[in-house]
């Protein structure tokens, strides 16, 4: 299985994909999660990125499409895998496209994840208390909602154009959101 997650910030993807990877036998591969991991290292690439993720910008296509093309070379990506947070521009859509393509691996589902803005808000300040992520405060929330509308969101319809879309609504409690995901794609 072949799969993206997609949803504003806060609608719960990170969560999920972790639960449906699992569920599946595949592995979650987070862009957030991979450019964070680099940030806490103090990489190069760390170094590169923090100020436009703190600030709640997009960091440029060019890193982003290197990072998941090494990652999804290597072996447990074979069998299948969960992309969360990519793509989230057009350019990265066209550059995974050539990646699967070049592989003979089409996508399989496109999962959209989502929830109201009032909650998503709720949802991130609740973590930036439990977490202290340093791009969970009110303004950077805020570009990343702007951000989010104005790049990614149009991605939904390129997806769903091609037949891929799976669209779940993402309140209620996360088990109760993961029964959804289940029986959706499973429809699908
Ligand atoms: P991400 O890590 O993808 O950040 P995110 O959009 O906030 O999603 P996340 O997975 O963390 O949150 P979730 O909705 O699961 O990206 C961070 C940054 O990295 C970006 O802003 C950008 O700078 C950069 N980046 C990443 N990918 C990129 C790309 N492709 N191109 C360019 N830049 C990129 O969860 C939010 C909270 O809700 C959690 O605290 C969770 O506990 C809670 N929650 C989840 N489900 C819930 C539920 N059902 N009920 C209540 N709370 C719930």
Redesign the pocket.
Known sequence: MRMLIM?P????????AKGVAEHYGIPAI????M??ANVTDGTELGLEVKR??DS????GDDV?NAIVADRLAQDDAEAGFLL??????IP?VGALDELLAERDHPLNHVLSLSVDVDQLVD??L??AET?GRA?DNEEAIRT?MDVYNKETSPLLEIYRGRGLLVSVD?L???DE?SDRIYTALDAH
């Open positions: 949803g910030p806060g609608a719960g993807k990170g969560t999920q987070s862009t957030g999660d450019f964070r436009i993720m709640g910008g997009y960091v982003t969360d947070g990519y793509p989230r521009t990265q949802r991130l609740k973590r977490e791009d990343r993402g209620g409690g996360v959101v």
